[in-house]
């Protein structure tokens, strides 16, 4: 079942200690708390009184983050580090970065190339082992393994980062530093409206660079087999 924005804020704001999950300071408007205690008690939460705290059985942390990326709650548990870039989507993304003849262009998420495909002379970086054989295999250019370690720059960084735990923040902030013209990233819908304070300075850093924040339509990425919401994040570099 969907939940609204609001709920998912209160609930990205929320603090986690091992069982328990400690809701944001200051009294929640009856009909929000309402609407974010469904959700906690749908995914085995209680409200303990004396804790004053929503208790839980087993660590409630990667089923929240669940719940956070795809706008849902759901009992599946997945990793949302690697779903492949539809094909469409990712000449789309290609299209918007205006990939200029001679410009140096990387995918540093690489999966397995949906993106890189469309971008002549890419080189690649992707973490996990077996993306990798697979990206060796079919002839693709590997140029490491953790992009967050890389300092090579580039003119060009068309992206599908991680999702989780923040990830893609870190991930195309460091594409931000890196490139010399223009970065164009997938990212996680809830950096349009989570008011954490990391999530609240990348808003600004794309703002104060001039860049744009679009959202994508709903199951853009159900082909890959998710429902995470999205958006695309375009930055003109020169600008840093």
């Known amino acids: 079942m969907k939940i609204n924005d609001e709920t998912t804020n209160v609930l990205a704001n929320s603090r986690i200690e091992d069982l328990r999950l400690y809701l944001p300071p200051g009294q929640l408007d009856r009909k929000l708390y309402v609407d974010v205690n469904k959700v906690l008690e749908a995914i085995g939460g209680k409200w303990n009184r004396k804790e004053k ?16 990326l795809t706008g849902e709650y759901t009992n599946q548990r997945k990793e949302y580090d690697f779903f492949e870039t539809p ?14 003849s001679g410009e140096s262009v990387l995918e540093p998420s690489a999966g397995r190339g949906a993106i890189a495909k469309h971008m002549p002379g890419c080189d690649c970086i992707e973490l996990e082992e077996k993306n990798r054989k697979y990206l060796y295999d ?8 953790d992009f ?17 735990k923040q990830k893609d923040i870190d991930h195309v902030t460091h594409m ?22 990391k999530t609240t300075a990348f808003r600004e850093l794309v703002d104060s660079l001039g860049g744009e924040i679009k ?5 853009s990425f159900s082909e890959s ?16």
């Open 176 to 197: 931000i530093n890196l490139a010399n013209r223009q970065v164009v990233s997938v990212m996680s819908a809830s950096i349009l409206f989570r008011d954490d304070k």
């Open 148 to 164: 967050l370690l890389c300092q090579q720059k580039y003119d060009v960084i068309v992206a599908n980062p991680p999702f989780s």
């Open 87 to 100: 094909e469409a989507l990712a000449k789309q993304l290609v299209d918007m970065a205006g990939i200029i």
């Open 138 to 145: 079919e002839g693709f250019y590997l140029v490491g393994d």
């Open 53 to 68: 705290a929503h208790l839980f059985e087993t660590p409630p942390a990667d089923i929240l983050e669940e719940i956070l």
């Open 225 to 240: 087999g998710t429902n995470v919401r999205t958006c695309v994040v375009c930055v003109d570099t020169r600008r840093c």
């Open 215 to 219: 959202p994508l339509p709903d199951k």
